[in-house]
């Protein structure tokens, strides 16, 4: 079974099913009504969903959470601290914050996080990698084993590689809806130096050996 499955809804808004011992972490939900898709690729793998952890909170990203927590009962929901009041429908701005203009979906969800993480944190096998811009709060996730970097919205593949800290003609819609994009392209740099072999976005295909597509997108944003 591969380490990773990638589920695309609409065509081009992308979740995915992270392959663990004890079962499978879904990365982000997609938009709403994404439940029974979502299911229904779980169960072709043979493994139960244990978590749901979230890059961000915007509506495309947690569009199926309150569906899916209700479908499976007992599991764990993830996402940043920050994020996470977004999904409660906080949308205050911290000090600093006033910089960037907050844009895009904001539906928040009736599901409450079992717990919050911070860079740093292990979820199964995926680290936690801060990576704001796209929005306050955005995150990404590391698999150790393989080095596929589930990038939410850091990074999209529609048309090529491109970052969220630009809009680029070929896919505007992500670039369109971050909130700064100074921070965007230093989150670009960040997750960059990470080297990894494989580049999962929310929207666009999987890339194997991103590194050097990512260098031209960081060039083409700076």
């Given amino acids: 079974m591969p380490a990773r499955t990638q589920i695309t809804r609409l065509r081009f808004v992308n979740c995915y099913l992270v392959d663990e011992d004890d079962g499978l972490t879904l990365v982000d939900t997609t938009v709403g009504g994404g439940a029974k898709t ?4 779980a169960q072709r793998l043979g493994k139960p969903i244990k978590r749901i952890a979230l890059t961000h909170a915007h509506g495309d990203h947690i569009g199926s959470v309150d569906e899916l927590v209700e479908r499976l009962g007992e599991v764990d929901v993830l996402i940043s601290p920050r994020a996470a009041r977004f999904m409660a429908k906080d949308m205050s701005l ?11 979906s904001w539906p928040g969800a009736k599901t409450q996080p079992t717990r919050t993480v911070s860079p740093g944190d292990r979820i199964g096998s995926l680290e936690v990698v ?47 809806v971050t909130w700064h994009r100074p ?3 230093e ?12 580049l999962a976005p929310g929207h666009g295909k999987i890339v194997e050996s991103p590194g050097p597509a990512m260098d031209e997108a960081i060039k083409r944003a700076s």
């Fill in 183 to 185: 921070t965007a392209l």
């Fill in 187 to 198: 989150s670009a740099r960040a997750l960059r130096a990470l080297d990894p072999a494989a």
């Fill in 130 to 176: 801060a990576a704001p811009g796209h929005t306050p709060g955005h995150v990404a996730f590391l698999d150790s084993r393989d080095r596929t970097l589930y990038c939410g919205d850091a990074y999209t593949t529609i048309g090529g590689v491109e970052t969220t800290a630009r809009v680029p003609i070929r896919f505007p819609l992500a670039g369109m």
């Fill in 94 to 104: 911290d000090p600093g914050e006033e910089k960037g203009k907050l844009r895009g």
């Fill in 38 to 41: 979502i299911l229904a690729a």
